[in-house]
Nanobody, 116 residues
Framework: QLQASGGGLVQAGGSLRLSCAAS????????MAWFRQAPGKERERVATMQWRSGSVYYADSVKGRFTASKASAANTMYLQMNSLKPEDTAVYYCATGPTGAVQRYWGQGTLVTVSS
């Protein structure tokens, strides 16, 4: 199971940190990712982490502003979001799965609202 948290309302230019805690059976070989979906828009993958190595790929839309990290002992992935923009407003989801199937398991979404 994945449990996402940390969303909220923030002004443009502000910061938020999202958390995604995995419980139950976990696999170090898995990939974890953050997705987001804004109203009326397609879902977008914003960050993908290879859990074992910690290497992260970022979407161009968030590169330089968002940073994904992990706490391996707690099976938790974080998404530090800085310099937030109104266009970052979305429901953010975390997902995990083997390479090539990162969308196998989903957490519930957490809403991020950035006001202008």
């Amino acid at each position: 199971q994945l449990q996402a948290s940390g969303g909220g309302l923030v002004q443009a230019g502000g910061s938020l940190r999202l958390s995604c805690a995995a419980s139950g059976r976990t696999f170090s070989s898995y990939v974890m990712a953050w997705f987001r979906q804004a109203p009326g828009k397609e879902r977008e993958r914003v960050a993908t982490m290879q859990w074992r190595s910690g290497s992260v790929y970022y979407a161009d839309s968030v590169k330089g502003r968002f940073t994904a990290s992990k706490a391996s002992a707690a099976n938790t992935m974080y998404l530090q979001m800085n310099s937030l923009k109104p266009e970052d407003t979305a429901v953010y989801y975390c997902a995990t799965g083997p390479t090539g199937a990162v969308q196998r398991y989903w957490g519930q979404g957490t809403l991020v609202t950035v006001s202008s």
